[in-house]
């Protein structure tokens, strides 16, 4: 069954270094997503991409941060410049019609 | 705004009892609503949803949800429980019109006792 895949992980950073997010969503997927979990937080939605552009952001989708979808496979999460509050679980996901399908997620750990 | 409230921070069940974690939600259009699991170190697996149609859906695992328009609510059963269901539950809700970003609830820890 395909799924959605992200690398790495696991990553840490030192806070101010720029950090980049992969992803592989599901391949016949139109819909690209990006959430985030804060330890023992709730979800939180970030941004949406869709035909190649940016469909809807949150407020946490502050400059900091940025998308991309480099090539036909791969959807990328920036952030420029770290902060210690951007430790969280990071997840992918994408859709094709409602459901959306996660990935396993990257957990970021700024020092 | 759209929001999503799981009033329980764990239900406990006994394994071949049944099971309902609690989901209420609001929203201002018609309500897209869904249903993720989550394992210790895994992503958020789809379990079932409702966008429209019969009020009761059913989903992976034996697991189904109903839909209550007047009461708002959409509430996860199962009719008899696993202890490999032992897991963390999310509701989410999107406005079936407009955006696609889902609001999730804070979760729900079921704990499944042998």
């Known amino acids: 069954e395909p799924e959605v895949t992200q690398t790495p992980s696991h990553q840490v950073t030192q806070m101010g270094q720029e950090v980049i997010l992969r992803c592989v969503p599901i391949s016949n997927h139109l819909y690209f997503y990006w959430y985030r979990q804060i330890l023992g937080q709730k979800v939180e939605f970030l941004v949406s991409f869709y035909n190649n552009e940016i469909s809807e952001k949150s407020e946490i989708f502050d400059d900091q941060f940025s998308v991309e979808r480099p090539d036909g496979s791969n959807f990328t999460l920036k952030i420029r410049s770290t902060k210690l509050e951007d430790s969280a679980m990071y997840f992918c996901?994408?859709?094709?019609?409602?459901?959306?399908?996660f990935g396993p997620g990257t957990r970021l750990t700024v020092l | 705004a759209q929001s999503v409230a799981q009033p329980e921070d764990q239900v406990n069940v006994a394994e071949g009892n049944p099971l309902t974690v609690k989901c209420t939600y609001s929203v201002s259009g018609n309500p897209y609503l869904f249903w993720y699991v989550q394992y210790p170190n895994r992503g958020l697996q789809f379990l079932l949803k409702y966008i429209t149609g019969d009020n009761l859906v059913k989903g992976s695992y034996g697991f189904e949800a109903e839909f209550n328009k007047s009461q708002t609510s959409f509430h996860l059963k199962k009719p008899s429980a696993l202890v490999s269901d032992s897991a963390l539950y999310f509701c989410?809700?999107?406005?079936?019109?407009?955006?696609?970003?889902?609001?999730f609830g804070s979760g729900t820890r079921l704990q499944v006792q042998p």
């Open positions: 996901a994408s859709s094709f019609m409602n459901e959306q399908f």
């Open positions: 989410a809700v999107r406005d079936g019109a407009g955006r696609r970003a889902l609001t």
